[in-house]
């Protein structure tokens, strides 16, 4: 059969498959043969006949044929007392001016109409199409103005990869596969994944095809959270046609969707709301199938002529096998996940939304916070360039972001809650080793009785079950986790907070099983809150004291001690004990800590600044030590260290008496001292004075010059604190400093040259 053949063939039987949805009476009829001649569809219902020609052709000629033969037989079919008969001309594209002037000349017996106009008699999909365009598609919002509208050119394709599969699609593949036949799609993803955006582009290109003819079937797109409740596809499919404001009808929506004209997107499955929480994983697993009973019944009673794309966050349940019974998932599906962005990707969609500066290191690579970021790019109240923002002022932005994204889902829960129930969690992993969680359900809803004071009602429920950044750690116990470490470890700052701002009623046993650190995310969002004053050197003071005079585990007084270590004397604080805490980096030497003392405490590494003599060390009692680097010393440890278990202690190139002694020029000597002081320990920031000490005159001159190419080349940006000017790293860069400082004499760096030009 040719390439024109089979578009008729195909052609006449979409409009007989629309025929028998519109005279459902007349279910049995198709092609018959009448007067001798084959009809491509004959219709009898209780009040009449209609007789279908259907033509992909536009020629007149053809038209004049198919007009007689089907007026003639409608004619005779009236001359003949029976039921009352009706002739339908069908074009595949809008009837030209001789065709209409063909079929005019049957006034009363004949009807011309285009596909398009037949098919809206059952279902305008063109009007159902302008409809949905205008409301919102799942979760995609602008992440300036937080409302459900993005344009469509901000999408950047993203990488599906397909499960038990080395296979990866595009939106489009995806679009062409669902248009060359009926597919089953299951789309998972964490929180800013681009689930929505994905599956939305997918809609867009099938509706595009739709208008041109190119398919036959229009895609339908329904957010599960608006159908919360619901187990009939009926009535989620009306409440739909309302909720958009179709006008056609809703039981030419359900028509159409029975008759498998329609491809059906179903996104935010995580998002119907369940019945309960159980006590028993048993018990809760039973809600979330319970919940997805509006979904199985859509897979269960669709046309098997119909496309069908589920979406929904993988976090949502507890194992795969989970999931695929819940949603009613069956072998011939596909699941796809959704890959992060790779930094082309990301630079692409800053520079569409309208931010085109360098991407700094400690970027997230989920689309939804690269967005984040561009929209953080336009405002005033950051630093000059996102470029040289800090990860602390970055993560505290998105933090609050996140939250505030969340909250709408449930607008019982205000951002700030929400971000306190994430941030408390992130406190209770702390209890694991890995500061990632293996948070049973009664820890996850202990968290929450925490902040809102109750137990959690249906919407806070929901919301436990999809907080973003957590996962199932494990399909057995239900148990869940942290999955990206500096998430974690940002939203670990939360409670640290709250203790430093209020020390003598937040409930400090919230950390007495601590086993990890804070981590240097959750040190730069500490180090962010004072710079923004959120907390001051009054809170500081108090927390201290609350420390000293106190009953709290020993790791408060070292998370809190991460907001100290900024400035030059922490000797103003008072003495501060740390006892039984851990710590995964420590700078000391850089500022006076004698008055600091570590009592049995799990330390993995210890740098060495040299700054200050050992008098002005901090002590070290009973703790383990996993590294100490850059003694810059010969004959043993400093005594501050001698009640310690230290398992390697290293000497090194590091302090600034060494690094003036190399054979360098004056300027890229300073620098290199600058650049250590700066980057030598995570979360760190160096008050300016600071970079002039142990210099002479002569090298010190060089140090504002030094800062300002420092500065212009996004390595490190000021701030004040107190009318201190306090100096902060751009984490982007430090591979390239460590490597700098690693071997100054070798280094090819165009930095040096630029310091040595000075």
């Not at 992993?429 to 249906?458: C, F, K, N």
Request: glycine share 8%; aromatic share 8%.
């Amino acid at each position: 059969m040719r390439a024109g053949q089979l578009e008729q063939a195909h052609f006449e039987d979409e409009v007989r498959q629309i025929a028998r949805l519109l005279w459902s009476e007349a279910a049995l009829g198709g092609s018959q043969v009448l007067e001798g001649r084959e009809r491509d569809g004959v219709f009898e219902t209780r009040d009449a006949i209609n007789v279908i020609e259907a033509t992909v052709s536009s020629k007149r000629d053809k038209t004049s044929q198919d007009a007689l033969k089907t007026a003639t037989v409608v004619q005779n079919l009236r001359k003949s007392g029976g039921k009352f008969a009706a002739g339908w001309l069908v074009t595949l594209h809008e009837p030209t001016v001789d065709q209409k002037a063909v079929v005019a000349a049957y006034p009363g017996t004949l009807r011309l109409l285009s596909f398009e106009q037949f098919r809206s008699m059952l279902f305008n999909g063109a009007e159902y199409i302008r409809c949905r365009m205008s409301h919102a598609f799942g979760s995609v919002t602008d992440p300036e103005t937080h409302k459900p509208k993005l344009d469509r050119s901000a999408y950047i394709p993203i990488e599906l990869l397909v499960s038990e599969s080395t296979d990866r699609l595009t939106a489009k593949q995806v679009s062409e596969l669902i248009e060359k036949s009926p597919s089953r799609f299951n789309v998972v993803g964490d929180y800013g994944a681009g689930k929505s955006m994905t599956i939305r582009e997918v809609f867009y290109r099938l509706a595009e095809n739709y208008r041109n003819l190119k398919s036959y079937r229009v895609p339908v797109y329904l957010n599960l959270r608006e159908h919360r409740g619901q187990t009939s596809p009926v009535e989620a499919l009306e409440r739909h046609s309302r909720e958009i404001g179709y006008s056609g009808g809703a039981s030419d929506l359900v028509r159409a969707w029975r008759g498998g004209h329609v491809d059906l997107f179903l996104d935010g499955f995580d998002e119907i709301a369940t019945s309960g929480w159980g006590q028993s994983l048993k018990r809760v697993r039973q809600h979330r199938c319970a919940a997805m009973t509006l979904i199985r019944n859509f897979v269960q009673s669709s046309s098997n002529k119909s496309s069908i794309v589920v979406a929904g966050r993988s976090n949502f349940f507890d194992a795969k096998s989970e999931m695929r019974a819940a949603l009613g998932v069956t072998a011939e599906w596909r699941t796809v996940s959704l890959n992060d962005f790779t930094p082309e990707q990301a630079q692409r969609l800053l520079k569409k939304l309208g931010y085109d500066d360098k991407i700094p290191e400690w970027l997230p690579s989920r689309p939804l916070l690269v967005a984040y970021f561009a929209f953080l790019g336009r405002q005033g109240d950051l630093y000059t360039s996102l470029a040289g923002l800090g990860a602390g002022a970055g993560w505290n932005k998105f933090l609050a972001l996140i939250s505030a994204r969340e909250s709408e889902q449930d607008d019982r829960l205000d951002p700030e809650t929400v971000r306190q129930i994430i941030e408390r969690l992130a406190t209770r992993a702390r209890a694991t080793p890995d500061g990632m969680g293996r948070l049973s359900m009664e820890v996850v809803q202990e968290a929450y009785r925490d902040i809102v004071g109750g137990l959690p009602d249906e919407g806070g429920q929901q919301l436990l079950l999809r907080l973003p950044g957590l996962a199932p750690s494990s399909a057995e116990d239900g148990t869940r986790s942290f999955i990206d470490p500096q998430f974690a470890s940002a939203a670990r700052a939360g409670d640290v907070t709250r203790f430093v701002i209020e020390p003598f009623s937040f409930d400090t046993t919230v950390f007495a099983d601590v086993q990890s650190a804070l981590g240097s995310n959750g040190k730069d969002v500490l180090i962010d809150n004072r710079v923004s004053g959120a907390v001051t050197d009054g809170h500081l003071k108090a927390a201290f004291e609350s420390l000293r005079v106190g009953n709290h585990p020993g790791q408060v007084a070292m998370d809190v001690l991460s907001a100290v270590l900024i400035d030059e004397d922490p000797t103003i604080f008072g003495r501060i004990e740390v006892e039984e805490a851990v710590e995964e980096e420590l700078l000391v030497g850089s500022s006076d800590l004698r008055s600091i003392t570590f009592r049995d405490c799990i330390i993995s590494s210890i740098v060495m600044d040299g700054d200050f003599g050992d008098e002005c060390l901090p002590n070290f009692k009973g703790c383990v030590i996993g590294t100490i680097e850059g003694l810059g010393r010969d004959g043993g440890l400093p005594q501050q260290f001698s009640d310690s278990d230290v398992s390697t202690a290293i000497s090194g190139t590091t302090t600034n008496a060494e690094i003036m002694g190399l054979s360098l020029a004056e300027p890229v000597k300073v620098l290199l001292t600058i650049l250590k002081k700066m980057f030598v320990q995570q979360g760190s920031g160096r008050q300016l004075s600071a970079f002039s000490r142990g210099l002479d005159p002569r090298a010190a001159k060089y140090v504002p010059e030094v800062l300002r190419i420092v500065q212009s080349e996004g390595l490190g940006a000021p701030t004040r604190i107190r009318g201190k000017e306090i100096w902060f790293p751009n984490r982007h860069h430090s591979a390239r400093v460590r490597t700098l400082l690693a071997a100054p004499l070798l280094a090819t760096d165009s930095l040096i040259k630029t310091a040595s030009d000075l």
